[in-house]
């Protein structure tokens, strides 16, 4: 690992909010086949997780947004840079982020979801980082809430950089 980062939650511990979050899930999605709506890229080894864990049908689809670039602070506009292929109408749709933090992204991506009359859409998150919210976002499905420093691991990159750390490690 290299020497600027330090770890903020373990791999075990993120496994077990997995296993947590997946029986919540499965307690209110029973028989309702639900779609899972990742935000790509970071959400993509959480969800994977997820999922496996989940043991009632399921569908999954995913969507591409940036605010972003390749800086450390969000920009504050919302790219859609790949739509969804599934159809939402009428559907239970989970989107699965990795991180919340302004709540600018996932803000604006629940209002897109409710314009296609969904039977309901939920958010569940990995982590959230509520010194930095912008928005007043609901999360109904939440693994950690993590302080004030820019985060990496387990999917979540800086500049593409660190997706493969099995940890959840901030920047120094």
């Known amino acids: 690992m290299p020497?600027?980062?330090?770890?903020?939650?373990?791999?075990q511990d993120i496994s077990k909010a997995v296993d947590?979050?997946?029986?919540e899930i499965c307690k209110d999605y029973h028989g309702k086949n639900p779609l899972l709506i990742g935000i790509l890229k970071g959400s993509f080894i959480f969800m994977a997780?997820?999922?496996?864990?989940?043991?009632?049908?399921?569908?999954?689809?995913?969507v591409r947004l940036s605010s972003y670039?390749?800086?450390?602070e969000?920009?504050?506009?919302?790219?859609?840079?790949s739509k969804l292929t599934e159809p939402v109408k009428d559907r239970h749709v989970i989107v699965v982020e990795d991180i919340i933090d302004t709540g600018l992204?996932?803000?604006?991506?629940?209002?897109?979801l409710k314009r296609k009359?969904?039977?309901?859409?939920r958010l569940c998150a990995l982590t959230e980082k509520p010194s930095r919210r912008k928005t007043k976002t609901k999360i109904d499905y939440l693994g950690f809430t993590v302080p004030d420093?820019?985060?990496?691991?387990?999917?979540?990159?800086?500049?593409?950089?660190?997706r493969y750390l099995p940890d959840i490690c901030y920047i120094e």
């Open 105 to 112: 992204t996932t803000q604006y991506f629940v209002e897109y």
């Open 117 to 121: 009359k969904p039977a309901s859409v």
């Open 74 to 81: 969000s920009s504050g506009k919302i790219k859609v840079i």
């Open 3 to 11: 020497s600027d980062l330090k770890i903020l939650i373990k791999h």
């Open 149 to 162: 420093k820019f985060i990496v691991g387990y999917g979540i990159d800086w500049d593409e950089k660190y």
């Open 20 to 23: 947590r979050l997946a029986a």
């Open 49 to 62: 997780d997820l999922v496996r864990k989940i043991n009632t049908p399921l569908q999954v689809d995913f």
């Open 69 to 72: 670039g390749s800086g450390t």
